[in-house]
């Protein structure tokens, strides 16, 4: 992704996805924090050094380094203040960076190779972007853009699920944005979960369950199949809500089937424990158990047998945030 703005947009992504990589960020800190390049002419000079895409993104990044330390200064430019969201921020940012759940390294998912590749395959649609003499700020994103892309295109499928973050504004032939539509689709109908009142501990518990771990998997798988074929956005809308009303449908009327059968055995089982427990008759107390681990059994059957299972994850995260 090209950025976040706050700690709920942070966990949103988290709830999601194992890890962000954020695109842009490694460049920064080599020209802002690393200072290990900060002058365009030395930049220009080993320009054959990088692909072209990756070139603009650094000389954009060399550019502000340059304005804004420049003896007159950056006209119009306003340092940021630390704030007291600001700090809040950073503190939920560095305890990320910690866990290992921000990337800054693309080769860490990505395979040079095919980053490279990708990058030729690119080159002359680029080019001629920068023939149609496009503003500063829009070549920039654009690069930004292609760079999320690449990185998605190129990342090791056997060990990866990469989505770009954003839909792509951009039109370029060689890369595809399918991924991120259906994503982009996925975010707009997000359960609505209020995020500050859930610890980063609590979302890694969730997530670490076999149960819910092997749903996140079945709405990635979804996502992936269904961004190889040659649907139009409309027609892959379609069957995702389709998809959803059908598993939720299949669950909410096994939970109505069930409902008096559990209140009753609530009712009774509850009595029987006691009362088996307190004669240490543990043979029937322990049947009583039996019989709640069955209506937890015949439920998961429902999930899995149910049509839209692959989007079960969603279901999940409503009932355990909402």
Same mark, same amino acid.
């Given at each position: 992704?090209?950025?976040?703005?706050?700690?709920?947009?942070?966990?949103?992504?988290?709830?999601?996805?194992?890890?962000?990589?954020?695109?842009?960020?490694?460049?920064?800190?080599?020209?802002?924090?690393?200072?290990?390049?900060?002058?365009?002419?030395?930049?220009?000079?080993?320009?054959?050094?990088?692909?072209?895409?990756?070139?603009?993104?650094?000389?954009?990044?060399?550019?502000?380094?340059?304005?804004?330390?420049?003896?007159?200064?950056?006209?119009?430019?306003?340092?940021?203040?630390?704030?007291?969201?600001?700090?809040?921020?950073?503190?939920?940012?560095?305890?990320?960076?910690?866990?290992?759940?921000?990337?800054?390294?693309?080769?860490?998912?990505?395979?040079?190779?095919?980053?490279?590749?990708?990058?030729?395959?690119?080159?002359?649609?680029?080019?001629?972007?920068?023939?149609?003499?496009?503003?500063?700020?829009?070549?920039?994103?654009?690069?930004?853009?292609?760079?999320?892309?690449?990185?998605?295109?190129?990342?090791?499928?056997?060990?990866?699920?990469?989505?770009?973050?954003?839909?792509?504004?951009?039109?370029?032939?060689?890369?595809?944005?399918?991924?991120?539509?259906?994503?982009?689709?996925?975010?707009?109908?997000?359960?609505?979960?209020?995020?500050?009142?859930?610890?980063?501990?609590?979302?890694?518990?969730?997530?670490?369950?076999?149960?819910?771990?092997?749903?996140?998997?079945?709405?990635?798988?979804?996502?992936?199949?269904?961004?190889?074929?040659?649907?139009?956005?409309?027609? %892959?809308?379609?069957?995702?809500?389709? !998809? *959803?009303?059908?598993?939720?449908?299949?669950?909410? +009327?096994? $939970? /109505? @089937?069930?409902?008096?059968?559990?209140?009753?055995?609530?009712?009774?089982?509850?009595?029987?424990?006691?009362?088996?427990?307190?004669?240490?008759?543990?043979?029937?107390?322990?049947?009583?158990?039996?019989?709640?681990?069955?209506?937890? %059994?015949?439920?998961?059957?429902?999930? !899995? *047998?149910?049509?839209?299972?692959?989007?079960?994850? +969603?279901? $999940? /995260? @409503?009932?355990?945030?909402?």
């Amino acid at each position: 992704m090209k950025s976040l703005d706050s700690v709920d947009a942070l966990k949103k992504e988290l709830l999601l996805f194992d890890k962000i990589l954020i695109v842009g960020l490694k460049e920064y800190n080599d020209v802002f924090q690393k200072n290990e390049i900060t002058s365009q002419n030395e930049l220009l000079e080993n320009r054959d050094s990088f692909a072209l895409n990756d070139l603009i993104i650094l000389n954009s990044y060399v550019g502000m380094y340059n304005l804004v330390n420049s003896p007159s200064g950056c006209p119009g430019y306003k340092p940021k203040f630390t704030t007291e969201e600001s700090t809040f921020f950073n503190q939920n940012f560095d305890f990320l960076l910690e866990k290992g759940k921000i990337i800054i390294d693309y080769n860490e998912i990505s395979d040079k190779n095919k980053q490279s590749e990708a990058n030729e395959n690119i080159t002359p649609s680029l080019e001629r972007k920068l023939n149609a003499d496009l503003s500063y700020d829009v070549l920039f994103n654009m690069c930004l853009d292609l760079k999320a892309r690449i990185i998605a295109a190129s990342c090791d499928n056997s060990k990866f699920t990469a989505i770009p973050y954003e839909t792509s504004i951009y039109s370029i032939d060689e890369i595809t944005n399918t991924k991120a539509d259906v994503y982009s689709l996925l975010l707009e109908d997000f359960p609505i979960i209020e995020t500050d009142q859930i610890a980063w501990e609590q979302i890694f518990d969730f997530k670490s369950d076999p149960d819910v771990y092997n749903a996140i998997w079945s709405l990635r798988n979804w996502i992936s199949s269904i961004s190889r074929t040659n649907r139009q956005p409309n027609e %892959i809308e379609e069957e995702y809500r389709d !998809l *959803k009303y059908q598993y939720e449908k299949a669950i909410n +009327l096994h $939970k /109505l @089937k069930n409902s008096s059968n559990a209140f009753q055995t609530t009712i009774q089982t509850s009595a029987e424990l006691v009362e088996n427990l307190a004669k240490l008759n543990f043979k029937k107390a322990t049947d009583v158990f039996f019989q709640f681990r069955k209506q937890k %059994i015949a439920l998961m059957e429902v999930e !899995l *047998k149910s049509k839209g299972n692959q989007l079960s994850y +969603l279901y $999940k /995260l @409503k009932t355990k945030f909402n």
